[in-house]
């Protein structure tokens, strides 16, 4: 029996609360204020199939892959005030006019150094909720910024 080697810095699992959004639009460098979040959801893909039943076979159906779909890229953080993403949700919630940008989302390890990332394509906004308003409750304001994109690749460094 072969021995299972031990963990190395290369291979060990990693935690996932070291983590930055780094948003590119036009070119432009990320604002500090926008790359701070307390969450993100949706880093999702899913192979889309279309069953293909073959003649006389009853006991099963192939699946033909016909494209892939991506879940919406959801951010949380705290309500900001003079963030350019807020006027940037704010053009599309009020206005209807959108700039997609891409969204590179980085997972660091303990050094600081970045460890895998995500880059989403011609993402723009397409949800913003604020959390309720309870004068019984002492907590933090959460807005949450959804977002829609064109494609999704994942980069593992």
């Known amino acids: 029996m072969l021995p299972i080697p031990a963990l190395t810095s290369q291979s060990e699992l990693h935690l996932g609360f070291r983590f930055g959004v780094f948003f590119f639009a036009l070119g432009a460098v990320p604002n500090p204020i926008d790359i701070r979040f307390k969450k993100v959801r949706g880093l999702t893909a899913t192979v889309k199939t279309t069953p293909l039943p073959e003649g006389g076979q009853n006991l099963y159906t192939q699946h033909l892959p016909v494209g892939v779909e991506y879940g919406n890229l959801i951010l949380e953080r705290g309500m900001v005030v003079g963030s350019p993403l807020n006027i940037e949700f704010n053009a599309a919630m009020s206005l209807f006019k959108f700039a997609p ?16 990332a995500w880059l989403f394509i011609k993402a723009f906004p397409v949800k913003w909720s604020t959390s309720d308003l309870d004068a019984s409750e ?7 910024l959804e977002l829609a994109y064109s494609q999704m690749q994942i980069m593992r460094i």
């Open 101 to 116: 940008s891409n969204v590179l989302v980085t997972l660091f390890d303990e050094s600081a150094l970045p460890v895998s």
């Open 138 to 144: 002492k907590s933090v304001l959460i807005d949450t």
